[in-house]
Each structure stands twice: as C-alpha cells, then as structure tokens.
C-alpha cells in the first residue's frame, strides 16, 4: 500500500480546502492511505488578527525563530516511513509561515522527513518565490527531496491583493469593502486542483518504484510573475533589516517594539507610495533589456514542476 503524510497549517481554511480538492481523487483508491497532521501551535495565532497582532510577529517569521507547537514530541512516533509528504503551507512576511518553519525545525520532522520526496502546497497572494527557497533549504537539512511545487495565489491581481489580503486578514471577511475584488484563492480554481490530485493517483497506481521526479509538469502547477522578482527581493531585505532592528528593540508585545512598529509602519507606508510604483515603472522599461536573465530567474523558481 502506498502511503503520503499530509502536513497542514491554514489559518482560514483555505488551504484545507485547497489540499482537499488535490487529494479528491484519492479519497476512495483503496491502495493509498492518507495520514493527516495538522500543526497546532502552542499559543495560537488569531484569526482575524488585529493591526499590531500581525506585525508583531514579522521579526520571527522572517528569522524563522522555532515556537512551541502543541503536539510535539510524540504525535508522529507511530508514523512510519511515506512514498510522499504533501507540505502545506502560507506565506507571512515572504517567508514561510511560522507554524511551518517551527515544525520544519523540529526533531520529528527530522525522523518523519529524512529520505521521504516532498510535494509543497502554498495558497497565497501571489508573492512565494523567497518562501519557497526558505522551505527549500529547511528541507536539504531535512534530506528530503522536493519533487513538486504547486502555487494558488488570490484571484484578485497583485495591485488589488495589497489591499483586499490584509483586510480579509484584519477583518475575517473575504470582501470587506464594495470597491475591492473578493480576496482569496477563487473557488474555480480551487475546484480545477483535481487535477494534481488525478495525476499523483496515476503516478502511484503506475508502479511501486519510489517517487524521484515531478509528477505535475505539463499542469500549470506555477505561475511566475516576473514582476514579482525583484519586488520580493526588495521586500526581503527591507524585512530583515527591519526584523532585527524589531528583535533588538524587545519580544513580541513589549512597549520598545511597538514603539519601533509605529517607525516601522511609516517606513512601509512611504515605500508603497513611492518606491514600488518607481520599481515597477524601472522593471518595465528596463525588462527588455535582460529578458534572458529574466527567463533564466523564471526557470529557476518554477522548478520542479514548471510553469507548462
């Protein structure tokens, strides 16, 4: 019998949703168990969150700081070897979520991990490229092979998406303001995930042979926005610099961060005003002229699934 772990953590339950429809047509295949492990973190992270809530915790998830998570040390000691873990997971801060990492960091996830090939899942606004190298490098000290990538981002673009993500997660509601698209994964393309889920059937049905390459190219599993590139590098650098000015000043909730998150917001509200409008102008008229390492950047992030 074949057997995959699911790791999961979704704030909202849309990526449950999401790992739902990819696994739909496996659901009754007889020669395939499906282990679940759904990651619990010691002090849970609220949903909506407030304003000063979400920021406080930007330092942490850029630094990948481990957090106490519920069920360790024992929930996966009967666990066994998998023919596939399918890790789930959001984007905070251009990094991978905090759960996540945390988990990723844990002496478990070394036993659990080791050896094992790895299909990724992220649901997100549309920035995951910086993300997903963070998870990369979790997973080389884990030893374990990452043979796919699959990426739903919000439907709404990425202009719309700056304001209807943080609203939806300051306010719970997928459409909080008239004007501004629904945030979110659209349900048709979260429908459309069959797909994945028909052709990892096929792959493990096919022979009994362990799983060393991509089963979704040829899928769309990605989709790289090319003006996203750099945007995300500006993003990351900005954020780690400002991380550890955070960390510095005191932890979470202390009276010097908030102090510091109050210089922090008017650096990041000068930025969106005038610095990723000027990017985004500098990327158009300049792209032309490095169209091949743009497309070289492209390949390297779509790996291993590719954007066909």
């Not at 963070?134 to 699959?150: C, G, M, R, T, Y």
């Not at 780690?240 to 509200?269: D, E, M």
Request: a positive charge; aromatic letters at 12%.
């Amino acid at each position: 019998m074949r057997k995959i772990l699911v790791v999961n953590y979704s704030q909202t339950g849309q990526l449950t949703r999401i790992v739902d429809a990819i696994l739909g047509p496996l659901q009754n295949d007889t020669s395939v168990q499906i282990d679940f492990h759904t990651i619990e973190p010691e002090v849970a992270f609220p949903f909506p969150w407030s304003f000063f809530s979400f920021f406080q915790v930007m330092p942490e998830s850029v630094y990948m700081t481990p957090i106490a998570l519920t069920n360790e040390p024992n929930a996966l000691e009967e666990f066994s070897q998998y023919d596939l873990i399918i890790l789930s997971y959001q984007v905070w801060f251009l990094s991978p979520s905090l759960p996540i990492s945390s988990f990723l960091q844990s002496s478990f996830a070394k036993k659990v991990f080791k050896n094992t090939p790895v299909m990724t899942v992220i649901g997100c606004r549309g920035m995951w490229l910086i993300a997903q190298d963070k998870v990369k490098a979790l997973l080389e000290k884990l030893q374990a092979p990452l043979v796919d990538n699959i990426v739903l981002t919000d439907d709404c673009g990425a202009g719309f998406s700056f304001l209807a993500t943080p609203l939806w997660m300051l306010s719970g509601k997928k459409k909080s303001v008239s004007w501004i698209p629904r945030a979110g994964v659209s349900d048709d393309d979260i429908a459309h995930s069959e797909r994945f889920g028909l052709a990892l059937k096929f792959r493990l049905n096919q022979d009994k042979k362990p799983i060393n390459s991509s089963m979704m190219q040829g899928l769309q599993a990605v989709k790289i926005n090319e003006k996203m590139i750099i945007s995300e590098k500006i993003g990351h650098r900005s954020f780690k610099a400002w991380g550890k000015i955070l960390k510095c000043l005191g932890p979470q909730n202390s009276l010097r961060r908030h102090v510091g998150l109050c210089f922090y917001f008017t650096f990041l509200f000068i930025l969106i005003i005038t610095i990723v409008p000027v990017n985004a102008l500098i990327i158009k008229i300049f792209s032309p002229l490095f169209r091949n390492k743009i497309s070289k950047q492209k390949a390297y992030y779509a790996q291993p699934s590719g954007e066909k």
